[in-house]
């Protein structure tokens, strides 16, 4: 039987979460916009940046995803419905206009507030910096693949 919470039994087919099993990848500062590559996407638990002004966050292409999660897989199949978490930190500066932008790769689509915020304790425009990312295999056919990254916080 499939936990849906902590992963798929591969036996039974049901759908379920891949681990991650990474540390956090720091792109460090960014002098321009910044493509995600398919294979930090699967492994890195977590993705940090300092934008030093407000940069787009690209996605890694569904096909490059669908290969990726197919190299983790310990059956190296990649199934409709496969999904992982992944978590995105603004390290900008509090306070300036250092926001970052997650943008989708071709065949990627993102659901949700794209717009990760740096970090803004101020009580009247408060932004953690951070965010958590769903990132959902829709269509894992050849030449056709299909990838959702849905903000869940």
Not at 19 to 29: A, E, I, L, P, Y
Not at 115 to 120: K, R
Not at 128 to 151: P, Y
Request: with cysteine.
């Amino acid at each position: 039987m499939a936990n849906p919470l902590y992963g798929q039994n591969k036996a039974d087919g049901s759908i379920g979460w891949l681990k991650n099993s990474g540390s956090v990848k720091d792109h460090g500062t960014l002098a321009g916009g910044l493509t995600l590559t398919a294979y930090d996407m699967v492994n890195a638990v977590a993705h940090t940046c300092d934008p030093a002004a407000a940069r787009a966050i690209t996605t890694a292409t569904a096909a490059l995803i669908v290969t990726a999660i197919k190299a983790k897989a310990s059956d190296s199949k990649c199934n409709d419905g496969d999904t992982f978490q992944m978590c995105f930190i603004n390290g900008g500066t509090a306070g300036a206009d250092e926001s970052c932008t997650m943008t989708a790769g071709t065949g990627v689509t993102v659901v949700g507030n794209a717009e990760v915020e740096n970090l803004d304790t101020a009580s009247d425009a408060i932004s953690s910096g951070s965010s958590l990312w769903a990132v959902q295999v829709t269509d894992s056919t050849s030449g056709s693949e299909a990838v959702s990254i849905i903000r869940l916080a």
